[in-house]
T-cell receptor, first 115, second 118 residues
């Protein structure tokens, strides 16, 4: 069965620190990969997505993620975090090319950025 | 941008009663909507796929008779939790994809509904 694993459950950083959140998935075929963010009191929003092409994907608010097929990973990075990045981050995978609504989510990582 | 609206945002009900949650796509038509459930400190789990004009597709382990889904129009899907029990207390989130923006466009999520069954 497909699964998504996020290694960090709770991350605390100071402003300007660099961020890397790990995400690994288990599926041997074609995958579409997503990172979503949920700010306190708000709905899930898409940060970035990978379908094909350049494995280094740039998203909104300075975030980027790198798809490494050999490692089944799609880690999220940001060089310098801000207090406003405090949120819950979810990695998600859609296996195959059809029905992009059926996403498998990781358990989420809570990021707390200290001012 | 595309918006998905859920109502209510929170609801408290007594055990044994039924609760209906609405999910609307505000500026696009969605032939398919998706219902997720999120337990505290856990990930979102897909419950079912709501198909306009036909029966919903439920994920394994989700009780069809307990979680009734109706997708009567291209902009509205409803989830009814029937005979709710305290273990049904959870955060329910709907999502939809704007088909106009392409096959691989991402999902747009509603704000979710916090259900508490007493």
């Amino acid at each position: 069965a497909q699964s998504v694993s996020q290694h960090n459950h709770h991350v605390i950083l100071s402003e300007a620190a660099s961020l890397e959140l790990g995400c690994n998935y288990s599926y041997g075929g074609t995958v579409n990969l997503f990172w979503y963010v949920q700010y306190p009191g708000q709905h899930l929003q898409l940060l970035l997505k990978y379908f094909s092409g350049d494995p280094l994907v740039k998203g909104i608010k300075g975030f980027e993620a790198e798809f490494i097929k050999s490692k089944f990973s799609f880690n999220l990075r940001k060089p310098s975090v801000q207090w406003s990045d405090t949120a819950e981050y979810f990695c998600a995978v859609n296996a195959g090319s059809s029905n992009t609504g059926k996403l498998i989510f990781g358990q989420g990582t809570t990021l707390q950025v200290k001012p | 941008g595309a918006v998905v609206s859920q109502h209510p945002s929170w609801v408290i009900c007594k055990s044994g009663t039924s609760v209906k949650i609405e999910c609307r796509s505000l500026d696009f038509q969605a032939t398919t909507m998706f219902w997720y459930r999120q337990f505290p400190k856990q990930s979102l789990m897909l419950m079912a796929t709501s198909n306009e004009g036909s029966k919903a597709t439920y994920e394994q382990g989700v009780e069809k008779d307990k979680f009734l889904i109706n997708h009567a129009s291209l902009t509205l899907s409803t989830l009814t939790v029937t005979s709710a029990h305290p273990e049904d207390s959870s955060f329910y989130i709907c999502s939809a994809r704007d088909p106009v923006t392409g096959t691989y466009s991402p999902l747009h999520f509603g704000n979710g509904t916090r259900l508490t069954v007493t």
